[in-house]
């Protein structure tokens, strides 16, 4: 029996998609196994702390919760206009964006001008309890953690934008978004960048 074939490490993105094929060479940063004539699709991540790589996002989670997670402090209000400051102007497809700690509390929140005359947006901004719908939103999407594991990312879609929530809670911070709706958009690219940003602005110093 011919035993499938590893070579390593990986170097591959966090959340990249990593091609295993069967019977064929793709170089040193993808997996071979010989035989089968098939192909298949293993996902990897990566932490953005250490750079190591884990075959679910659960693990991921445990590891930077148990190895990483004493050295984060949740964002202050100077940390958190910093971070989306840097956030607004790393992509113009983001109208809008606030950060709340992980009791809803909002810590920072600002729009476009162009996102306030498209949307009557004073209602969310004077309602108090906006910041206790997002974490409602996201109590409800874990009721199914057990199946798929804890959401990236909960999106909606709307006439004129799509919203956004990323739950950061290794950062003990919830980030809310309103997105323009392009075809092209991509998901992943975003809150990638975004997790970045957030992990520079509160890294150890």
Do not use: W
Not at 49 to 71: A, E, P, V, W, Y
């Amino acid at each position: 029996m011919i035993q499938p074939y590893h070579p390593y490490p990986l170097h591959q993105p966090r959340y990249g998609i990593l091609f295993i094929h069967y019977g064929l060479t793709m170089g040193s940063n993808s997996q071979l196994l010989r035989g089968c004539g098939k192909e298949m699709i293993v996902k990897i991540t990566k932490c953005h702390i250490c750079n190591n790589f884990f075959n679910s996002k659960k693990k991921l989670k445990d590891h930077i919760d148990k190895n990483h997670r004493i050295n984060h402090m949740t964002a202050t209000s100077t940390e958190a206009e910093r971070i989306v400051n840097d956030i607004l102007s790393s992509s113009n497809e983001i109208l809008s964006i606030s950060i709340m700690d992980r009791s809803g509390n909002i810590l920072v929140a600002k729009s476009r001008e162009s996102f306030k005359k498209r949307f009557d947006v004073s209602s969310l901004e004077e309602n108090i309890h906006s910041g206790a719908l997002a974490i409602a939103t996201l109590s409800v999407v874990n009721q199914v953690k057990d199946v798929f594991e804890e959401p990236d990312a909960i999106i909606t879609i709307h006439k004129g934008c799509k919203l956004m929530l990323l739950p950061m809670l290794s950062y003990d911070i919830l980030i809310g978004l309103a997105l323009e709706r392009p075809d092209n958009t991509d998901d992943d690219k975003i809150a990638n960048e975004i997790e970045r940003l957030v992990a520079d602005t509160l890294k150890p110093q």
